[in-house]
Each structure stands twice: as structure tokens, then as C-alpha cells.
């Protein structure tokens, strides 16, 4: 169900009538990578090959999703905002009192997130929210490490780090009940992946430090985890694998996302599936690999199509993490009752439920409730997505 705010007060809200200071960044760019295939936005030849690839901002929107929550208690909240689309024009949006770091610039720069984050840190804010991905979350810790609470908006691709809620809305909660005293803090993994050798088809991830965090944990993403590859683990997956293959169906487009489980189904096929793109079949043969959204559109247009995902080890997300090529867009054409969801038993047992969070509130509440998910060769259990 969606997460309103106003509905769930703070015990302490209505007796602290204090108002709070709120650090506030935006990393405009983050997460633009996502939808059109690279897998991150992390440096300036990479972000330029995006927006020539069509790549859209998504962080403004996110930062104002966040915002908007909160706008029935902006008299009782005081941001201290980076300019511009740093957060200063999401703020002027959303009614909010403001106090500006820094000038104004076209572009920014990693350098531009940690300058802001020291002039917050300087400040002395009663909680520091940003939004961004990892990459954004590791300029935050290279500045502000243990010394103040830090909570990340999630508007990346990758989202390693344990240091972000599951979406704007949920942070807004958390932040919420944070200022008035009603959550614990914790020590966050910051965590981030090398982007060229993850487009590559290699995850190389790396702990970079702790940031205290407010923590929730049914709205506190928890840190990404690999699967275990035992021999069980991978008989398991081929189990499943052979049963999608089963039920394939001709001439219906299966859109395959990344993992080790769906990556099986390549492999049974002999077809070379990649680990961390998204790819499409069709009468079981591989027909484009490593697709953006704007590739899969095409192919799926006037077809009958299938989705076919796999959870996040440790997190649980089937959209919005990793997978933003299949697009709010690609999932409203495709139906819920078209999506195929797949799990090997030791993947499942480390989570309550899954979640989405693919930026579009209305295709996130379509897709909540029970879904099926294969685990074994016919063998299917039911588990709620939040």
C-alpha cells in the first residue's frame, strides 16, 4: 500500500513544536543511465552517450516525490538546499522554506555534491537527505562520515548501499519520524560497484564506509547480497530455468532482466544471455541482447509479451533497482498478469517480500499485492510485493 505520511505522525509532533533543519542535495543526474541501458551515470563520457541516447532526469522528479510528502509540515521544516537543480528548484516547487549553498551551475559535478555536503555538515542540520545512487552516497561519506544522520532518496541505478529507504515516500516517513524522535540510528554500508566492468558483465563491489542512518527496517533498503552458488543453488535454477522453457510460447517476446537465475535460461538455450543487461527471446532464441527501454518498446509493439525477473538478494526489489530499462512504460504495455517472476529457495528465505520502485506511483500500486513466484520446477509460492 502507499505510504502516507500525514496518516502516521510521530507520537512527539504534536508536543515538540521546534522546527528542524534538513540538509538537502540533489544529484540531478543520477540514475539517467538506467532506462537506456549503461548501467550508471558515473563520468562525463558516460552521461553525454546517455542524453545521446535519450536518457531523461529522473532525480528532480524523485526529490519533489520526497518533498511533496512532507509539504503539510513545511512550517515546522527548514532546508538548507544546494542550488539550483541541487535542490534549491525542488524546494522553490514545493513551497518550502530555503536557505541556499553555493551558485548556480549548468552542470555539476561530484565536486559540486561534496562542496554542498561541507557547508551542510558546517551547518550542523538536524538530518542530511540526499538523492542519488551510490556514487552519490560515497561523496556524501567522503564528507560527512559518522558526524551527522544521513538518509539517501534512491535515484540510481546500482543501489548497493544500505543507506537509502525503498522509495521517496518512505523516506519522507523515516525523515519524519526521525526529527521527532522516534527512530534509532544505525551504521549504513556505503557500498558501490566499478561501472565499466559492470557493463563489462562483472560486479565488482566494494564496502567504502559507514554513514549513520535513521533506521526503519521495513523502509530501509538493506545492502545488496549475492546469491549463494552451491551446486544446490545451481540445480535449483536450472530446475527453474527448464520450466520456463517449457512454457514458452511461440512468437511471444520474452523480456529476460539480469541475474544468475534468468541468466540460466540463456544458458539452457544456448544462447548467451547477459548477467546484467536486460535481453530478449522469441521462439526461444536470443533476438537483442543488452537492451535500453526505447529497443524493448519496439520490439514488444503490436506482440504478445512476457517479463520475466528475479529479486535482489538481501533487498527484494523486482523493479527499480538494476532494471530500469523495463520501464514504467514497458510494464503498462506488457500487464502484471504477464510478469514471470523467478527465485531459488535460498534467495527467498533472507526476504519477508518483495518491492517496486520503478518512479511511477501508479504502476507500483498495480503491481503491489501477492504474485506468484517460481522457485522450483513446478513449484511456485505466493509472496506479497510492497
Known sequence: MRIEVEKKLPPNFENDVSQKTVGFIVNPIAGMGGAVGLKGTDGKAILERAITLGAKPIAPARAKSFLSELKPFKGRIRLI?????MGEDEARDCGFAFTVLGKRKKETTADDTMEAARRIKEAGVDLFVFCGGDG???????VVDTNLPVLGVPTGVKMHSAVFAVGPMAAARIAMEFLW?????REA????????AFRKGRVSARLYGYVLTPYEPSLIQGVKMASPMTESEMRNQAAIAIYIIENMK?????????????????DLLDEKKTLLGVDLFCNKKLIANDVNEKQILEKVKGKTAQIIVTPIGGQGFIFGRGNQQISPEVIRIVGRDNIVVIAAEG?????????????????????????KVITDYK???????E
Open 250 to 266: 511461440p512468437e511471444v517476446v520474452y523480456i529476460i532482466g539480469p541475474g544468475t537465475t534468468t541468466r540460466t535460461i540463456g
Open 81 to 85: 538546499v544546494g542550488s539550483g537543480g
Open 347 to 371: 534467495k527467498l528465505r533472507s526476504l519477508k517480500s518483495l518491492r517496486v520502485d520503478t518512479g511511477d506511483p501508479s504502476i507500483d500500486d498495480a503491481l503491489r499485492g501477492y504474485i
Open 189 to 196: 554500508e556505503v557500498m558501490d560497484v566499478d561501472e565499466e
Open 379 to 385: 513449484t511456485e509460492r505466493r509472496m506479497r510485493v
Open 181 to 185: 524522535e522516534e527512530l534509532p540510528l
Open 136 to 142: 552519490t552516497a560515497r561523496d556524501v561519506l567522503n
